[in-house]
């Protein structure tokens, strides 16, 4: 469990394809205080430690987390948002976070506002429904909140988010450009309602 608070941002320093991809991760996380098969979000994607020297963690990145994920992401150099799991005690600064991505997005207009950055991102038909204004939303592991939405003629949804100055410079947000895939988590109690509705057939 996490709460889309970034704490750091890692550097794939190496990958290699095993039985699954195995990547190496640099960090500046004190790593004698991150045990094997601690949960470590990267970008939005849980994923579990199973290596660790003083700056760095590796993890094993399955076909599926692949499939799920944003395409390239899991690249030599790639930058990503990194998280620790939440303790018992923790301030939960942002939402409820699982670390399961459900779909890819992807950034259709970057515009500045007055100091900050607006964004504006594609979603798939499928998470549409579950997107709404002044909601909360995962980006890239990033906990943010929904400003806007339009529905596409096709039925996917475009949304806006307002990215401040200091998400931009702690995040990978502040690098973003139109095309740019990024990692979706939409929030867990919008998707407990939408399967209500959809098993029950009633209005939520």
Known sequence: MFTGIITDIGTITSVEQRGDLNARISCGYAMDGVAIGASIACSGACLTVTGKG????????????LAKTAPGRWTQGGRLNLERALK???????????????????VVDVAPVGDST??????PAALAGYI?????????????TVNSHEDQADGALH???????????????????????VNLEIDVLARYLMRMKQVSNISV
Request: proline letters at 3%.
């Open 54 to 65: 003083d700056d760095w963690f590796a993890v094993d990145i399955s076909a599926e987390t």
């Open 88 to 106: 018992i005690g923790d301030e939960l600064g942002g939402h409820i976070v699982t670390g399961h991505v459900d779909g890819v997005g992807r």
């Open 118 to 123: 607006s964004l504006t991102i594609a979603a």
């Open 132 to 144: 709404v204004e002044k909601g909360s939303i995962t980006i890239d592991g990033v906990s943010l």
């Open 159 to 181: 949304f806006g988010l307002n990215i401040i100055p200091h998400t931009a410079s702690v995040t990978s947000l502040g690098a973003l450009q139109v095309g740019d895939p």
